[in-house]
């Protein structure tokens, strides 16, 4: 109905924003806050119109049921190898990952992106990438962090699969997907954009393949706003079953989703990085880094 009225098609994390308010409008009958039903409206008509980010606006999380089986809070003088392990070294885009960009420091793991002339594989721009020891199944997943200030590297804390990208093996994501719980692309983009982050889902091989099996089964779920995301601290968070994946910003939900052909059955690795462009501009003095507070990891009690 929608998409016949706007004479468009939209996207999935649009019709969701529309469908959101539709919800919340008939809320009002339930003791929902004008205010805060209107703000959802005039943020899913500039989703629809201008593909601008929305406030999260779901449920509340709740971790009953869930134990604390995972956490690093990154007090010590060095990285716990104990919890991580150092991933894709070498290069990769617009330079090289090395273990050298990822450090602890006042309370944080500290994920650097900046040009070495000595840097361990030559000369170039590094940045850092690391993933937990052990791969995880199922669960709540959350990261609080400050992303670093910058669109040519940006912060990402996502779960992957060894097999994500191989139709055989992924068969629609059941059979492993990447999961981007957010990814800090909107530095430097106009004040409607820029502090929001980016949600999406990675698989391959799904039944309605649109690609017919040649390529990429994405889902973006949205891009949401966070509270001054480049200077303070916010939560970032997912909750994996068997039946979606829900994802929270703050302890909020922001969406809910079982593409392609449903969540991930298998472990997935949990990985905080620093991502570069294929192309980085800035003059070599330059220098960015990703805060992480602390990483928590909750499965369901016995």
Known sequence: MFESLLGKKLAWRQMEALREAKR??????????????????????????????????????DLSGYELVFEDEFDGDSLDMTKWVH??????????????????????????????????????????????????????????????????????????????????????????AEIDIFESMNYNRNFLHMNAVHQTIHCSGMEDDPTNGTGLNSQSVGVFYGKSIFQEYNTYGLEWNEEEYIFYINGVETRRTSFADGTSKVPEQVIASICLSDEITHEKYFKTDFLVDYVRIYQKSA
Not at 110 to 119: D, P, Q, S
Not at 124 to 152: H, L, S
């Open 87 to 176: 991933r894709g070294q070498g290069a990769a885009a617009g330079g090289y990952f090395a273990d050298s960009q990822v450090f602890l420091e006042n309370g944080n793991m500290v994920m650097r992106g900046e040009y070495l002339e000595n840097g361990k594989f030559g000369p170039g721009w590094y940045a850092g990438m690391v993933k937990t020891y052990e791969d995880y199944q199922y669960g709540y997943f959350e990261m609080r962090c400050i992303p670093n200030p910058d669109n040519q590297f940006w912060s990402a804390f996502w779960l992957q699969s060894n097999h994500s990208y191989t139709p055989e093996i992924s068969k629609g994501g059941v059979g492993g």
């Open 24 to 61: 919340a409008l008939r809320g009002l009958t339930n003791g929902k806050r004008l205010t805060a039903v209107l703000l959802l409206l005039v943020q899913a008509i500039g989703c629809v119109l201008f593909d601008t980010p929305l406030s999260p606006s779901g449920e509340v999380l």
